[in-house]
């Protein structure tokens, strides 16, 4: 059974941190999305080429067709032509996301770690390393997963989650930080996300909500009256 996605990405490891999880959370099927699946697998019947089982693959994740989209996929990472590097990152993360949709998180790490050497310059595959270390309260890999993140540059592409490029980075990693027992770069961090989410009301209050327990001195000089 592959329906256990939604509850490996459920439960948080304290009360005292809310890191919500919005890189994975799921997609509304509507009719334009169904049609879209039915164009891709009839764009696959007739040309089974790596792009077109690339978008197939992609749409049965949305779908949550966990185990039709790790054949799909994989197929696609086998043909000879699937040599756009980008592509294929974003295929091991639709990969990896649906190893967890089916609770098998040491594959879904395995593709998560295959995507950082497709493209060791993305900061996509350490988003998605930080996030599952974080739920499986590994913080010092978690940390060490968000500054491999931030020493690569952004990206605006295709291919960019742009979540890579805002506070979400910094969310996880204060908490990390914080669980890992690094004071100083724990409130670096969280000074950073509060800055970041500043346009965001529910996450702003929230990450400040965490400020109490990290740094008093953060929370007095971002709350608002």
């Known amino acids: 059974m592959c329906d256990g996605f939604w509850e490996v990405f459920s439960a948080l490891p304290s009360p005292k941190f809310q890191l919500q999880v919005t890189t994975l959370s799921p997609v509304a099927v509507t009719d334009v999305s169904v049609n879209n699946t039915l164009k891709s697998q009839s764009a696959v019947k007739e040309n089974p080429d790596p792009r077109n089982l690339y978008y197939l693959g992609r749409e049965y994740n949305t779908h949550r067709s966990y185990r039709d989209c790790i054949i799909t996929l994989n197929k696609y990472l086998q043909h000879p032509s699937s040599t756009y590097r980008e592509e294929r990152m974003s295929a091991r993360l639709f990969l990896a996301r649906s190893y967890i949709g089916c609770e098998q998180p040491e594959e879904a790490k395995q593709q998560m770690i295959l995507a950082s050497i497709e493209c060791p310059h993305r900061r996509e595959p350490y988003l998605a390393l930080a996030e599952q270390a974080y739920h499986s309260k590994n913080w010092v890999y978690g940390l060490a997963m968000v500054k491999e993140l931030l020493a690569r540059n952004e ?46 009301e529910a996450v702003f209050n929230r990450i400040l909500n965490n400020a109490k327990i990290v740094s008093e001195e953060l929370y007095n000089k971002y709350k608002r009256v």
């Open 155 to 200: 990206s605006n592409d295709a291919f960019t989650e742009p979540e890579c490029n805002s506070y979400k980075p910094y969310d996880i990693g204060h908490c990390c930080a914080h669980y890992a027992g690094s004071k100083l770069e724990s409130e670096a961090m969280l000074d950073k996300a509060l800055q970041l989410s500043m346009d965001n």
